[in-house]
């Protein structure tokens, strides 16, 4: 995917490097060169530059760049220097989890609304939210200025919910549960499999202990 003329796999590490210039600034770090940029983050620092050059020129020649500068400039692009609105779909023990989690609302994405198919969840209460029914979805979406849906059901009932999410005119997903369900192009979705991660780890991890081993 790209956006502008700008990799995906560009996009995906503009976050990182706001992530790394914060720790700077929060360090009283004010200046800091591709370098030692890159080295944070495992990056080259051709890479580097080369991610920023899709977007203008942010140092100079042989001084660095200026943290804090960096690092709002990077949060405007990617449009962290506003709040989105957020719904969560399913408020079982991930659901619960991600509303309870702090991380989220610091960063500008604020979880307005939460829904579930379960009668006995519908109306309970969950940090501050009132678990609202399916059927209320497509009104309380298009009412609540929601832009980002986050998907915590189980598999098989993952395309359905991204359809009813995309149906209701949300634009970006969140999806934990283990599938690749399919959206329009004008929709942008991130899945995140923990398991995935773990299995493809176990590669590598197999390959250190045959190491080891003198296999």
């Known amino acids: 995917m790209e956006s502008g003329g700008?990799?995906?796999v560009v996009v995906l590490r503009l976050p990182l490097y706001v992530r790394?210039?914060?720790?700077?600034?929060?360090?009283?770090?004010?200046?800091?060169?591709?370098?030692?940029l890159g080295g944070?983050?495992?990056?080259?620092?051709?890479?580097?530059?080369?991610?920023?050059?899709?977007?203008?020129?942010?140092?100079?020649?042989?001084?660095?760049?200026?943290?804090?500068?960096?690092?709002?400039?990077?949060?405007?692009?990617?449009?962290?220097?506003?709040?989105?609105h957020a719904c969560l779909v399913g408020m079982g023990f991930l659901?619960?989890?991600?509303?309870?989690?702090?991380?989220?609302?610091?960063?500008?994405?604020d979880i307005v609304a939460a829904f579930d198919s379960d009668a006995e969840m519908v109306g309970t209460t969950v940090q501050g939210l009132t678990v609202q029914p399916m059927g209320e979805l497509d009104a309380l979406v298009r009412g609540g200025s929601i832009s980002v849906g986050v998907v915590a059901?189980?598999?098989?009932?993952?395309?359905?919910?991204?359809?009813?999410?995309?149906?209701?005119g949300v634009h970006g997903i969140l999806n934990y549960a283990p599938v690749a369900p399919?959206?329009?192009?004008?929709?942008?979705?991130?899945?995140i499999d923990p398991v995935l991660s773990l299995q493809s780890m176990t590669f590598y991890l197999l390959k250190e202990a045959e190491r080891a081993s003198g296999r």
């Open 6 to 8: 700008v990799p995906d």
């Open 20 to 36: 790394a210039l914060s720790q700077l600034l929060a360090a009283g770090c004010e200046v800091v060169s591709s370098q030692k």
């Open 40 to 84: 944070l983050l495992q990056v080259t620092p051709a890479q580097i530059r080369k991610d920023l050059s899709y977007f203008g020129r942010f140092g100079k020649q042989g001084r660095g760049y200026n943290v804090r500068f960096l690092r709002d400039e990077l949060k405007q692009i990617l449009g962290l220097d506003r709040k989105w």
């Open 95 to 109: 659901g619960q989890a991600i509303v309870n989690y702090p991380g989220f609302a610091p960063e500008g994405f």
């Open 153 to 168: 059901v189980p598999a098989a009932q993952a395309q359905e919910v991204i359809d009813k999410l995309v149906d209701a």
């Open 182 to 191: 399919q959206v329009p192009t004008s929709v942008v979705i991130r899945n």
